[in-house]
């Protein structure tokens, strides 16, 4: 069994949700989703029990932003969710890259609350965060398997020790996303340059379905847009978030 920390309290990753107060184009916060990619199984199965399998991206790690705040955190990470039908719990699993307190690291956590009430979470897991630098080439892997007392996932950065969890989750994480998130960002330049890029994206199910990713464009200040292209040879896919 791979480390496991369990604890009550917050976390802003369960808000879907774009808190942005926006005063004039120069002056705004963002709190929540900057850019977001999805595809559900759930909406295109047609047997209840297709299931995702495997997920997993590369990702190098950015430069440091232009402007460095210290109450300022963003994350990027490709994750699985509870299904979009799903209109009473909400739990996620993540791999998450962050930017915090002025350098990057890496951490996996699973968060799991009800929708209706979004900063209020009932079970939260994460790894220790590990120390990366820009430049490091970063693999995040999550697989899934049917258990006796629910669905079985596991999460992990490939090669770097102390940050897998493993856990078995009452709910069957059908939503899958590549996301950059941002809290406390005032200013275009607090998101990375470039660099932005989640490359062989791989999402395999249990009936070889392929996903159809999809942008979901949120009221960004930044004007973050996602660029999905799909290898047709391998369906791997690189999804890029810039501001162009």
Excluded at 3 to 29: A, M
Excluded at 48 to 58: G, H, K, M, Q, V
Excluded at 140 to 164: A, Q
Aim: glycine share 6%; net charge negative.
């Amino acid at each position: 069994m791979k480390n496991i920390t369990e604890f009550p309290g917050k976390s802003s990753f369960d808000n879907p949700k774009q808190l942005l107060s926006k005063n004039s184009q120069e002056s705004y916060k963002l709190d929540g989703y900057a850019g977001l990619v999805i595809w559900d199984l759930d909406l295109h199965r047609a047997q209840a029990s297709e299931r995702i399998s495997s997920f997993s991206s590369e990702l190098i790690v950015p430069e440091a932003p232009t402007l460095q705040d210290a109450q300022k955190v963003i994350f990027l990470f490709n994750g699985l969710q509870t299904s979009l039908k799903n209109t009473t719990d909400k739990a996620i699993l993540q791999p998450v890259l962050a930017w915090n307190k002025g350098g990057w690291t890496v951490s996996s956590w699973y968060v799991n609350g009800a929708r209706d009430k979004p900063k209020e979470v009932k079970v939260i897991c994460n790894t220790k965060p590990i120390p990366v630098t820009s430049g490091d080439k970063l693999v995040s892997v999550m697989t899934s398997e049917i258990d006796t007392y629910g669905f079985y996932y596991s999460c992990e950065f490939e090669n770097l020790p102390g940050s897998g969890l493993e856990l078995v989750s009452p709910f069957d994480l059908t939503l899958s996303l590549l996301a950059l998130e941002a809290y406390g960002v005032t200013s275009c330049e607090s998101i990375p340059p470039k660099g932005l890029r989640f490359s062989n994206v791989s999402l395999t199910t249990t009936s070889s379905r392929k996903p159809s990713w999809e942008e979901k464009t949120p009221p960004s200040g930044c004007k973050v847009f996602a660029h999905i292209s799909t290898d047709t040879d391998t369906d791997n896919t690189e999804v890029t978030f810039s501001s162009n």
